[in-house]
């Protein structure tokens, strides 16, 4: 067989399982991702793969399934999760839960985020297993249930109660791997680190009153505009980040001298680049939600802002706090951390940085790999928090336009081209490979 006509059968057993993955409703909440495991463990063990459910409730099962190494060498995590957020099947213009292909693309919830990974992962995993291979250490796939929502069934829970189950020096999950074109050269990010997210609430008192009468009461909500107001016009003091520097390095072929030159770099090359630095310099703050009186006629005494915070890796809310009150000033408020949950980051060196590196440079010579923080939160998160795991977010995309992509997810008519699949399920076989070559 030849290797394009290999490629082409590893695509169309990707483009199977997906569609069967699609068509089982893992929304969550509730999740009930027991069906996508069960799906999972059928298909696996059918290749010869051993398999095992962990479920904190019945409905609710993470799999993880094990290629056992022959020597004890490092332990490689290939992460995923089976779980979808929700879809409202009137603004799609098919079933969200079709798995359709149309013009090569398969439609439907999770297609991007993230069941085309996992279909991948598992056809990569079972393929291997196929052909007899026998890794140095263990390569474990983790297809885990809740991550969407992070209610603590997933690998939260797992890294808890079942850490010997998932344990491993090194993972590679979702958060990136999207090739961009920078100055008109291709790019492929690979996402190290990851922001914390960091919310809080902003509690602004005054004094009630009768609405008829402004003048006795003292208008919580009119207080809180004021402060709405800053927050949202919050340009944080520039800071440079390794990553950030990382990634300059890579496009200018130069260290950056500061975090306002990259910016200013930034924005002269391209808006694209401008918006994916901007909040990788710096906390943000996005006032969201916000509560004062319960009655049209009441003049309220409180009011409550809800403000989505995300921190620089390492970064702490000590530190955040003293900007967030030197920007409000002093005042009749107080703040309140809701959570902090993320801010962690991996090294961008090591074998298997080494060999994303590599497999980029095989695939498209002209290309490089880049590193990037992530704005969100994935489980890496909880592997690197929980062993010290250099976990990176790379699943490639070559075909599908990736400002495209970002629009797509968590959203209506969300897709995924069956190329980039196809290329997925090669790349985490070449990496499980090369991780494991003696
Ligand atoms: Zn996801």
Not at 59 to 81: D, I, K, M, W, Y
Not at 197 to 226: C, E, T, Y
Request: aromatic letters at 6%; proline letters at 6%.
């Amino acid at each position: 067989m030849t290797s394009g006509a290999a490629t082409q059968t590893l695509q169309n057993e990707v483009t199977q399982l997906l569609q069967e993955l699609i068509r089982l409703d893992t929304v969550n909440p509730p999740g009930n991702e027991t069906r996508a495991a069960e799906a999972l463990q059928r298909y696996l063990e059918a290749n010869g793969v051993s398999c095992q459910l962990y479920a904190k409730v019945p409905e609710r099962a993470n799999l993880v399934a094990r290629l056992p190494g022959r020597s004890g060498g490092p332990t490689l995590a290939l992460l995923s999760h089976t779980d979808t957020v929700l879809a409202d099947p009137a603004e799609w213009q098919v079933d969200p839960w079709s798995g359709e292909v149309r013009d090569g693309e398969i439609w439907g919830r999770g297609a991007l985020d993230m069941k085309g990974q996992v279909a991948a992962t598992a056809v990569a995993v079972a393929s291997l297993a196929r052909e007899g291979f026998e890794p140095e250490g263990d390569v474990i796939f983790v297809a885990a249930a809740d991550e969407e929502v992070g209610d603590g069934f997933g690998l939260a829970w797992l890294c808890e109660e079942h850490p010997d189950a998932v344990r491993a020096e090194y993972s590679l999950n979702e958060g990136a791997g999207d090739r961009v074109e920078i100055g008109g050269r291709p790019f492929y990010l690979c996402s190290t680190a990851e922001k914390m997210s960091s919310p809080f609430l902003l509690r602004v008192r005054g004094r009630s009153g009768h609405a008829s009468m402004p003048g006795i009461a003292d208008n919580a909500l009119v207080k809180a505009a004021a402060y709405i107001e800053k927050l949202g016009a919050f340009v944080p003091e520039p800071r440079l980040e390794p990553e950030v520097a990382a990634m300059f390095e890579a496009v200018v072929g130069a260290p950056p001298e500061d975090a306002q030159q990259v910016l200013d770099v930034a924005r002269a090359v391209d808006p694209l680049a401008a918006e994916l630095v901007e909040p990788l310099v710096g906390l943000t703050l996005s006032p969201t939600m916000a509560s004062a009186s319960q009655k049209r006629n009441v003049i309220p005494a409180l009011c409550e802002v809800t403000v989505d915070c995300r921190l620089l890796p390492g970064q702490t809310q000590a530190e955040a706090e003293g900007v967030v009150r030197e920007l409000l000033g002093a005042g009749d408020y107080e703040l309140e951390w809701i959570e902090g949950q993320g801010g962690t980051r991996s090294p961008m060196e090591g074998p298997l940085w080494d060999a994303i590196g590599a497999w980029v440079t095989e695939t498209e010579p002209e290309a490089t790999v880049a590193p990037i923080c992530v704005t969100g939160f994935t489980d890496s998160h909880w592997l690197r928090d929980a062993f010290g795991t250099s976990a990176y977010g790379f699943f490639p995309m070559r075909y599908m336009d990736p400002q495209l992509a970002t629009r797509l997810v968590h959203s209506a008519d969300e897709r995924a081209r069956v190329e980039d699949l196809g290329l997925g399920a090669a790349f985490l076989r070449y990496a499980v490979r090369a991780m494991n070559e003696a």
